[in-house]
């Protein structure tokens, strides 16, 4: 393994680089490299806030007694994992006033994201949802959302250009490992001190208190950060010619967010007023359904007036049209140049491959509670029981990565994803803890191998010159999909139930083995096609 890094990934080398296979010496003496250390506490660091924005939060408010319903539309809150490809340019280019001069971009950048998840948390601990303040703790989450989607932003880029890509399946697994422990703490670790301080019984001062421990575990990856060095990479020319324009561009994705948020706030009691009306006069759609509907009618059209909101801005010229096409436009097009006749077919993988897992994922703690397990038991079988497990899964997806190729193994976690949503069928009809200890092991395991092989495909997609904007666009359109469906997983549990919900979760991941090995077939192809040319 070398230790420079590439300038660019041409379709030839990734290509090779998913099929290549390496031996076992050199796939486990990956781990022991100073990147692949690093990037064990950056993926703690990014772990860390996303179940206290999900899973964690949706025990606490369904304790808080917010209905189950409420609860999975909240999901919708981090969005913005969804939609970090929006402000993903911001962060690739906007230099930060002294800390990019002292520390560089990507550290600079990690620093404040850390500092603002922090902030985030602290503010999430200051309201008791119980007490009508539901609205500030949904800032809040939003807030987390944000902060944490654009801490990954930087951590993916800065993982992608600090080593080679023979080194990318090592950093994969070690971040996912360190994104998992995060996880963890956030799980095991929240649900342990509520149950510790709150005796069992709802209390504000116990998630309070989790809230405030978990922001200080953020400095992990504020040190994390400070003692490890800037990638050292040639930085791709830019059209920006000062401060100012950076702003303008910054001015432009502020009013386009705030275009979003207006709309998505003012159409709440037409929603209200809507969904009684439609029950009252169509008596074949009942309430669950009308309120899916136009929930996702109210999601679609605050999208549009973001996108609406910034089209009239740059007709106005607030912006250089250039920029939009520099940092919007180009890192698609050079997608498309690159992967040719591939390109949509790997959209759809991207877009598709974690949909069992996520739909599945923000609703397992509140199915847990629902089985009749305390939030010890949860934690005890749930999350820590599942360390190991999740831990294993990690290393050993980015062994098998090396030493059998990318695609096998991304293959290998397509298979096990579905396969293990149907072992939460087993527990429903069975809710003992020795059956919830066994499905959490396979459940963990699987996903540790599957997002490691994911994590290190993803990053073979991307050509340094646009690493931040292209991983940020994959990512979002890993996760958009997927949280949309999720946002409706507590009303497909009320209507139909838990064993067919995690059927329906298995069916809609069984299409990705398909497209994988559509995917497999033409890299083989262009592979032995390029190879027969030279």
Known sequence: MTESNSATNSPGSTSSSLLTKHNW??????????????????????????LLVFGTLSVWLREAGIERATLTFLSWAALGYSFKFVWAPIVDRMPLPYLTRRLGRRRAWLLISQIAVFGSLMWTSFFDPQSDLLALTVIGAVCIGFSSATQDIVIDAYRIESAPPDLQAMLAA??????????????????????????????????STVYQIMAC?????????????????????????????????????????????????????????AKAIVVENWSFVNATTARLILESIRMVFSVA?????????????????????????????DFFV???RLALIILVL????????????????????????????????????????????????????LRYGVLRTLLLGAVLAP???????????????????????????????????????????????????????????????????????????????????????ALIGLPVIGIILVVERMVAADESGATSKA
């Not at 702003?247 to 209200?272: E, N, P, Q, S, Y």
């Not at 089209?311 to 939009?324: D, E, P, T």
């Open 217 to 273: 575990f953020m400095i992990v990856g504020v040190i994390t950060t400070l003692v490890n060095p800037e990638p050292k990479t040639d930085e791709s020319s830019t059209s920006f010619s000062g401060t100012s324009e950076y702003l303008r561009f910054f001015a432009v994705f502020t009013l386009a967010v705030a275009a979003f948020v207006i709309g998505f706030l003012t159409t709440g009691d037409l929603v209200k007023s």
């Open 174 to 207: 070690t971040y996912i490992v360190g994104y998992r422990v995060g996880m963890i703490v956030a799980g095991a670790g929240a649900l342990w001190i509520a149950d510790v301080i709150g005796g069992g019984d709802y209390s504000f001062r116990a998630w």
């Open 419 to 505: 396969a293990s949503n149907l072992m939460f069928m087993l527990l429903a009809h069975n809710p003992v803890e020795l059956m919830l200890l066994f499905v959490v092991v396979v459940d963990s395991l699987s996903a540790g191998i599957a997002s490691a092989a994911f994590v290190s495909y993803l990053s073979s997609l991307t050509n340094v010159r646009f690493t931040a904007m292209q991983y940020a666009i994959f990512t979002s359109i890993m996760l958009l999909l997927p949280k949309l469906v999720a946002g409706y997983s507590g009303t497909i549990v009320d209507g139909l139930g838990y064993e067919t919900f995690f059927v329906i979760t």
């Open 305 to 333: 007036l973001a996108a609406a909101a910034a089209w009239v801005l740059i007709r106005m010229r607030v912006v250089n049209f250039s920029h939009v096409q520099e940092t919007y436009v180009a890192p698609v097009t």
């Open 350 to 401: 991207v877009g598709t491959y974690r949909i069992s897992d996520i739909v599945l994922g923000i609703i397992s703690n509140v199915f847990y509670l629902d089985m009749g397990f305390t939030k010890t038991q949860i934690a005890n079988y749930s999350k820590f029981w599942g360390l190991m497990s999740s831990l294993a899964g990690g290393l050993l997806g980015g062994v098998l990565a």
């Open 25 to 50: 010496f050199e796939s486990v003496k990956g781990l022991t490299h100073p990147r692949s250390v690093c990037m064990l506490f950056l993926g703690f660091s990014a772990g860390l806030p996303l």
């Open 338 to 340: 690159r992967y040719g």
